[in-house]
């Protein structure tokens, strides 16, 4: 499961905000919850698992290959974001227009 706290990292380091990571984390526990075949046998279980693993570390993949390493856009160099609370509570980012 590093592949779902890769993804996870990367909201994080892209948007500053804990509740989207938080969101990231209740998605990937709830759709495991939901779309889990019921009634499986071990060995389905864990096909089930390897196929869920996959398709984290593929999107692991066309992230990194589109951020680098660092998982922040590349070309742009550090951004003064501002964090601002929004009509709905959430904490927000906005980055400051020049």
Known sequence: ???IRVLIVWIYTNTESLWLAQ??????????????P???TAAQEAWW??????VLWIAVALISTTYGKGLTPKGIGSVD????LSWSGCACLEAPLH
Do not use: Q
Request: aromatic residues 10%.
């Open 1 to 3: 499961m590093t592949a």
């Open 81 to 84: 974001r501002t964090t601002t």
């Open 23 to 36: 969101c990231m984390h209740v998605s990937s526990t709830g759709s495991l919850v939901i779309f889990s």
């Open 38 to 40: 019921p009634g499986v």
């Open 49 to 54: 698992y390897a196929v869920y693993a996959a």
